[in-house]
């Protein structure tokens, strides 16, 4: 079974269009959070929710949104999507806030062209 | 805003040889993970350290958090293909928000 799972696997879409990433985990934890990983491989928080609750919100565009219907899943909105957007996006959970082991989605690899 | 800076940035060696990596800040963390990420995957856990001073072995993996809890190092004996991946160190500070990774070490090993 995989704990944390993203959809799509790879997402190519143009400048402008509006799109959804899924994040879901079956580990029973309380946290969320949403990774964006650049091109050089670095990674850097974006989002987290703790018990469906906004606790971090990095200096990210508005043009992301992340929405949590329930504990189990986090999806990220992305509008009018623009070039410097391509990346891998990463879905992570982990057991509350604080120094626990995130547990990470396969990612999904975002083309904006 | 704290920094961990991870070196070396790259390195390839031939398979049964030692390497050490670093992961340095000006910042004391509360502590620190080590992750191991492959190509397609999202980041594994490797060990996570607490206390400065700490030594924590995976195997052929050594860990250390420094004594004043800036710094850490992984070192790996007789290194082997499958060791093969991106290493990221990630601090946590009490109060802050979330993990920090540092940029990584992507490393080759050759057979």
């Known amino acids: 079974d995989t704990a944390v799972s993203q959809t799509p696997k790879y997402l190519v879409t143009q400048m402008g269009n509006d799109k959804s990433i899924k994040c879901e985990q079956n580990?029973?934890?309380?946290?969320m959070y949403w990774y964006k990983q650049d091109s050089k491989k670095f990674l850097k928080i974006m989002f987290s929710?703790?018990?469906?609750?906004?606790?971090i919100n990095e200096t990210v565009p508005n043009r992301f949104s992340p929405k949590s219907p329930d504990k189990a899943h986090l999806n990220l909105h992305i509008n009018s999507l623009e070039l410097g957007d391509s990346a891998v996006y990463f879905c992570?959970?982990?057991?509350?806030?604080?120094?626990?082991?995130?547990?990470f989605g396969p990612g999904t690899r975002l083309t904006v062209t | 805003t704290q920094l961990l800076e991870q070196s070396p940035q790259f390195l390839s060696i031939q398979e049964g040889e030692n390497l050490t990596v670093y992961c340095n800040s000006s910042?004391?963390?509360?502590?620190l993970q080590w992750y191991r990420q492959e190509p397609g995957e999202g980041p594994v856990l490797l060990v996570t350290v607490v206390t400065g001073g700490e030594v924590k072995k995976l195997k052929r993996l050594t860990f250390q958090f420094g004594d004043a809890r800036k710094d850490s190092s992984l070192h790996i004996t007789a290194a082997q293909p499958g060791d093969t991946g991106l290493y990221l160190c990630a601090g946590f500070s009490v109060g802050a928000d979330g993990l920090t990774f540092g940029k990584g070490t992507h490393l080759i090993i050759q057979p």
């Open positions: 929710y703790n018990n469906k609750e906004l606790i």
């Open positions: 580990l029973g934890h309380d946290t």
């Open positions: 992570a959970s982990s057991y509350t806030t604080g120094n626990y082991e995130q547990y």
């Open positions: 910042s004391v963390f509360s502590s």
